[in-house]
């Protein structure tokens, strides 16, 4: 992702853990509020509502007469993340005692609207009169100014036009698109002050009221919006269920880990946002509510056993817009995948690169790897062939383009001076790098995109026979040898046991031991003995740190646990690592990873796995350490407990055969057993349960529709 590069970085002010938050979102659209249901009490905040990367609306402040907050009570998200219920009550005012008035705030979101229900209700034997206040403004700020970014250009101010039911803050772009912020009120309010809304309150002994409010963001693409609150909230309620109709479920005995697995499943049907080809998992919020290649490939892919479909949309929305011609400002080139797209005036200016920036270099071979993947999931043969010539396309860039120098290594170096310097998932500036701290010099070639290649290559080779191109099979084939035949020689690092985070432009290895050489273990490029040597470093002293494997090993030059990717931990790191791992029979390692990653959720913010958290070491009876800027919910991150599952189960489903198969299946030790739902398979669906028995597991079929196989083996 575009995230800590020099010029695109993250103020301390803007810290996600300094206050805790709550957060909405329905394709475009995304909230952040505070624990009230509120944003923007604070003069430099994230808070906000967002359409496209921009910040519709950015203060919403209930308060009681003169300014007095509510007292909070409790504030979650419904069980699927749908909709935020806030309860509040009232503080002490003049001739009424705390504690007597009740206000409930229902909030969600539908359509590039906000829709908040407010209730007040009387608790006490007396009437009661008092005055609600409803503070509010719109600074349009780009998401990259909200994150820090100084802008080159001075923006134009908001106009502001009121009514008594309705409100607009109207916003003319540097690229002359016009935004608008529309909010409308039910009741109308008493009067509305500057950026105020008072409404007075009469409530007789036991009586209730409600107040309607909807905040609609729009500009010239948008359509208007005419829904009530009320068929607004069905439709939500429609569209949740839609989402996972489709979707296996997992349950076990822990009802804790029932609880985080059901947000992971929530967290990521939230993340999935609409496109014409379906539905795409943005990122994560709030940074990165948009299209990234690489994260929505990876969330797909760990999701692939559970929501086949999230990875077609995925397929499909990438193939449409991977690059066809060269464009330096951009870092495209034919052939080259997605990295980030965005909707804002700063985008749309070109004071940031990222409208429809290709400055990724793994995106491409991943498209690939998530295709062959998809393919031998659900045999969905059409799909592919309507994107063949994008495969085609993507692999011709990985020998080619993406290797210019004709060494058989796909390397990165950027065009443009603005874009990101390092262009793997690891994409801070200075996340690579020799073991005496000194920058890498590009062209870069890193070792885990080595990986990402020659699986792409392999699957490329399975698909082309598959396509009745035996040509294209052979030459595919061919690439993915010689790769193999190359790669250990040059990335070896026998002093460390493990592979060396990249060659730089003069093709010296950088001796830094990383979590990168991790996700080889995904294909079969390196011999058995040294992937399992590379295992045990990752999981062993100075990597391990008992929540998870870190970035880096606490013996680099540049470890710091508070670092973005110089010795943090990943969740979605770790999930493909444990992949891996399981390929290679270390089981035992896949089940410690899935068990500190478990025992970090049950510390976080509403049971959330959140985008990363420091690397500190487990210390009992303590949490692991936040970090300021994460996202939560992140899509990856969400995803990562069902490749988790995967791994532990060592679990293939093919689509051909119509089997599903696990290999020297595990549990890990937080469950003695677990019941996997609903899995699609060529038709059919499946339901299986794995128990515990001594020290290996039994599994059972809970029901079956369809002629679907099941096969254990060691």
């Known amino acids: 992702m575009s995230t800590e590069d020099t010029s695109y970085g993250v103020e301390t002010s803007t810290s996600l853990t300094a206050r805790p938050v709550k957060v909405l979102k329905h394709d475009e659209t995304f909230a952040v509020f505070d624990d009230f249901g509120d944003c923007g009490r604070r003069a430099v905040s994230p808070e906000g509502i967002y359409f496209k990367d921009t910040r519709f609306l950015s203060k919403w402040d209930l308060r009681f007469a003169a300014g007095r907050a509510p007292l909070l009570l409790s504030s979650s998200h419904d069980d699927d993340g749908s909709a935020l219920t806030v309860t509040l009550a009232n503080p002490s005012l003049p001739g009424i005692p705390k504690d007597l008035i009740g206000v409930t705030r229902t909030k969600f979101l539908l359509s590039g609207c906000c829709h908040e229900r407010l209730s007040l209700r009387n608790y006490d034997v007396r009437e009661h009169h008092f005055e609600i206040e409803l503070h509010f403004d719109a600074d349009f700020k780009d998401l ?5 970014t100084q802008r080159s250009v001075s923006a134009m101010k908001p106009e502001l036009k009121a009514e008594i039911g309705t409100l607009m803050f109207q916003y003319v772009g540097l690229d002359d698109i016009a935004r608008l912020t529309e909010i409308t009120f039910l009741p109308a309010p008493t009067r509305i002050t500057s950026k105020c809304a008072h409404f007075s309150i009469n409530l007789p002994p036991g009586a209730t009221t409600s107040i309607a409010t909807r905040v609609r963001c729009a500009d010239k693409y948008s359509m208007a919006d005419d829904t009530t609150i009320l068929s607004a909230y069905r439709a939500k309620r429609r ?6 109709a489709d979707i296996a479920t997992v349950g076990s005995s822990n009802d804790v880990f029932n609880q985080h697995i059901c947000r992971c499943t929530s967290d990521v049907t939230m993340l999935l946002a609409r496109t014409r080809h379906g539905y795409y998992p943005h990122a994560g919020i709030p940074w990165y509510s948009t299209v990234f290649g690489r994260d929505g490939i990876l969330t797909a892919l760990f999701a692939l056993w559970v929501a086949p479909e999230i990875a077609k949309g995925v397929l499909l929305h990438l193939a449409d817009t991977q690059a066809t011609a060269y464009d330096a400002k951009s870092d495209a080139a034919p052939g080259k995948i997605l990295h980030e797209q965005r909707l804002c005036e700063m985008a749309s200016t070109s004071e940031v690169p990222f409208q429809q920036y290709y400055g990724t270099v793994d995106a491409t071979p991943l498209f690939v790897v998530l295709a062959g993947e ?8 059409d799909t592919i062939r309507q994107i063949w010539p994008n495969i085609t396309a993507a692999l011709q860039w990985c020998a080619e383009l993406g290797d210019q120098d004709g060494d058989g ?3 990165y170096f950027r065009q443009t001076p603005t874009g990101l310097s390092n262009q793997g998932w690891k994409d801070s500036h200075d996340a690579i790098f020799h073991a005496d701290g000194r920058m890498a010099e590009g062209p870069i070639a890193l070792v885990e995109v080595q990986g990402y290649v020659y699986q792409a290559y392999q699957h490329g080779a399975q698909m082309a026979e598959h396509m009745s191109d035996p040509h294209l099979a052979e030459r595919y084939a061919t690439l993915a040898n010689r790769l193999k035949t190359d790669f250990h020689a040059a990335f070896w690092l026998d002093e460390l046991d493990t592979y060396a985070l990249a060659l730089d432009r003069d093709k010296r290895p950088c001796g830094v031991v990383a979590s990168n050489a991790g996700h080889l273990f995904m294909g ?10 590379c295992g045990r470093v990752l999981m062993g002293t100075g990597m391990w740190s008992g929540w998870g494997v870190r970035t880096l090993s606490t013996a680099s030059a540049r470890y710091n646990p508070m670092s973005y990717h ?3 931990i990943w969740p979605h790191d770790n999930a493909v690592i444990a992949l891996g791992l399981a390929r290679y029979g270390m089981k035992s390692e896949v089940a410690r990873i899935f068990e500190g990653l478990y025992a970090a959720q049950k510390y976080q913010t509403d049971g959330r796995l959140p985008e990363l958290f420091c690397g500190s070491a487990r210390r009992r009876g303590r949490g692991p350490v936040s970090y300021p800027v994460s996202c939560s919910p992140q899509a990856w991150a969400a995803a990562a407990p069902f490749a988790l599952i995967k791994a532990c189960l060592g679990m293939e489903i093919d689509a051909s055969e119509k089997a599903v198969r696990l290999k020297a299946p595990v549990l890990p030790p937080m469950l003695n057993d677990i019941t996997l739902n609903g899995i699609s ?25 369809g002629d679907i196989e099941i096969e254990v083996g060691a």
């Open 144 to 148: 990259f100014e909200v994150r820090g």
């Open 239 to 244: 569209e949740a269920k839609l989402k996972c």
């Open 374 to 381: 998809y393919w031998l999931r659900t045999g969905d043969g």
């Open 409 to 411: 290594f796909v390397e």
């Open 524 to 533: 079969d490029l390196v011999p058995a003995d040294f992937a399992r040597r």
């Open 566 to 568: 110089n010795g943090s």
């Open 681 to 705: 398979v060529g038709g059919g669906k499946i339901s299986l349960r794995v128990l515990r028995a001594h020290d290996s597991v039994a599994v059972d079929v809970v029901s079956r529709t």
